[in-house]
C-alpha cells in the first residue's frame, strides 16, 4: 500500500496558517529553513535539529524533519563551516526538507509546548502574559503546594525539576511558559501568579523567588518543549495519514 504524500509547498502554506507563523517577532525565520524534496510522506519530528536527530531521520528515510528548534539564529556566525556544514550537508545530500517553528510552536492554544503541558498536568488556561502573550497563565485543578506541582511535573516529564523558594506556598494562579522563559519571571510575579514554571533558570532566578515569596519551577528546556513537536505530528498524521515518527533525544538541558 502507497504512502501517502503531500506537497512540500502544500505543507509549509498549511502550517504556516495553523500557527500563524507571520504573527510572530522572533529569534530566526519559521517555517520552511531548508528546502528538500517535492513529496513528502515521512516526517521525523523532534524538539531540535541536531545532528542525532538528522541521522536518525536519515535512517528512517524521512523525507522531512520537523523541530521546534532549527537554524539560523539571530546573531549567529553565518558562516557554513564545521558543524553547520555537516548539518546542512546531511540534508542537502539526501533532500530532505527542514521546518522549525519556534516562538508558534510555544504559543500556538492547542498543539504548541504551552497548551500541551497544561493538557497533560491538568492545569486550566485562564489568560495569557509575556512577550506576544506566548506565556500562559491558568490555575491547576485544585489548589496544591508548589512542592506538589513539582512532584506532577516530574511524573509526567520524566526529570527531577528545581524548585526554589517557598514550597509550601499553595498555588491558587500559575503562571508557565516552556524554554528558557526565565526572564518572563516577573511579569508572572505582576500578573499574580503564586507560581512560576518555565525550563531554564537563571541566578538572579533564586534571589527574585526568594524575596518575592513566589516559588519557581525549572523544568528543564528541552523536557517542557517536547510535547509540541510531538502534537504536531500527531496532528498531521491525522490530518493528512503522513507518518510521522517523534524522536525524543535525551537531553540534561
Not at 509546548?113 to 502573550?133: I, M, P, S, T, Y
Request: charged share 25%; with cysteine; aromatic share 8%.
Amino acid at each position: 500500500m502507497k504512502m501517502p504524500t503531500i506537497r512540500r509547498d502544500e505543507l509549509r502554506d498549511y502550517l504556516d496558517a495553523m500557527l500563524d507563523a507571520v504573527a510572530f517577532r522572533d529569534y530566526c525565520p519559521n517555517g520552511l529553513q531548508v528546502e528538500g524534496r517535492p513529496e513528502i510522506g515521512r516526517v521525523v519530528c523532534g524538539v531540535t535539529a541536531s545532528q542525532a536527530l538528522l541521522d536518525e531521520a536519515v535512517r528512517l528515510g524521512a523525507d522531512a524533519v520537523l523541530v521546534h528548534h532549527g537554524w539560523f539564529w539571530r546573531g549567529e556566525d553565518a558562516r557554513v563551516t564545521g558543524i553547520r556544514r555537516r548539518r546542512l550537508a546531511t540534508l542537502l545530500v539526501r533532500d530532505i526538507n527542514l521546518f522549525a517553528y519556534h516562538l508558534p510552536l510555544d504559543a500556538h492554544p492547542d498543539l504548541g509546548n504551552n497548551a500541551q503541558l497544561a493538557c497533560r498536568l491538568g492545569w486550566n488556561v485562564e489568560g495569557r502574559f509575556g512577550d506576544q502573550d506566548v506565556g500562559y497563565l491558568g490555575r491547576p485543578e485544585e489548589p496544591l503546594a508548589a512542592v506538589a506541582i513539582a512532584a506532577e511535573l516530574e511524573r509526567v516529564l520524566g526529570r527531577t525539576p528545581l524548585l526554589v523558594g517557598a514550597g509550601d506556598r499553595v498555588v491558587r494562579r500559575l503562571a508557565w511558559c516552556s524554554g528558557g522563559a526565565q526572564n518572563w519571571f516577573e511579569q508572572a510575579i505582576l500578573a499574580g501568579a503564586d507560581c512560576y514554571v518555565s525550563g531554564e533558570i537563571s541566578e538572579q532566578t533564586v534571589h527574585l523567588a526568594r524575596e518575592s515569596g513566589v516559588p519557581y519551577i525549572a523544568a528543564g528546556h528541552h523536557a517542557t518543549e517536547r510535547h509540541g513537536a510531538m502534537a504536531l505530528g500527531e496532528h498531521l498524521r491525522e490530518q493528512f495519514g503522513l507518518d510521522c515518527r517523534f524522536v525524543d533525544l535525551d537531553n540534561p538541558a
